[in-house]
Structures are given as structure tokens and as C-alpha cells.
């Protein structure tokens, strides 16, 4: 049976921005989105700045929170984690481990 590394969670009620929710190199394993209750939310992360690549974009019903986890290894962003878009969002929780290995990072 492989390790499992520990599980670190970040809470941010952040909107788009040019600084890194979480700094890289990380893997995102699980998120809770809650919506602020006036409509559907969305949340979208990027990798290298608020404007990278869009690695995870995810919506929540209006009232609601979703909670999930990703299969497997989960995302890598490997220049850290950045929100790009938060609409209708109160907070958002992202799950995460520290990863390196090589070839991953430049």
C-alpha cells in the first residue's frame, strides 16, 4: 500500500487576483465551494497567474455548497493555485497536498 502525504486545507474568501491562494507546486485533491445565496455560483482556478490556464472551473446552485473530491492524484498546478473568477461565492475551501517530483516544475 502506497503513502498518503497529509491533507492541508485553505479557506478563501479571495476574489480574482494576481497572488497565489496556495503557492506551488501543488496538487488540489478535494474543493467546497459555498454560493452566497443570490444565485448560481461559479468559481474558476488557474496555474501561473490569474490569467494561466484554466485547470478547475466549478458551479454551485444558489443556497448551496458543494463538497467534492477529485479521483486518483487529483490536479496539478504546478505554478500554484489562482483564482481567476469568483461570482455569487461567499468562500471557498481547496484541499491540498505539497507535491514535487521531476519534470513537474520548470
Avoid: W
Avoid at 22 to 32: D, T
Avoid at 95 to 103: V, W
Amino acid at each position: 500500500m502506497a503513502f498518503k502525504s497529509d491533507i492541508q486545507a485553505t479557506r478563501s474568501t479571495a476574489a480574482a487576483g494576481a497572488s497565489a491562494i496556495v503557492e506551488q507546486p501543488v496538487r488540489l485533491r478535494g474543493i467546497i465551494i459555498a454560493s452566497d445565496g443570490t444565485g448560481a455560483g461559479t468559481l474558476e482556478l488557474t496555474t501561473t497567474s490569474n490569467t494561466g490556464t484554466t485547470l478547475f472551473q466549478g458551479d454551485v446552485p444558489s443556497g448551496d455548497v458543494i463538497n467534492f473530491n477529485f479521483p486518483e492524484d487529483g490536479i496539478l498546478f504546478p505554478k500554484g493555485i489562482y483564482c481567476k473568477t469568483k461570482t455569487k461565492v461567499t468562500a471557498y475551501t481547496l484541499l491540498t497536498d505539497k507535491y514535487s517530483g521531476p519534470g513537474l516544475t520548470t
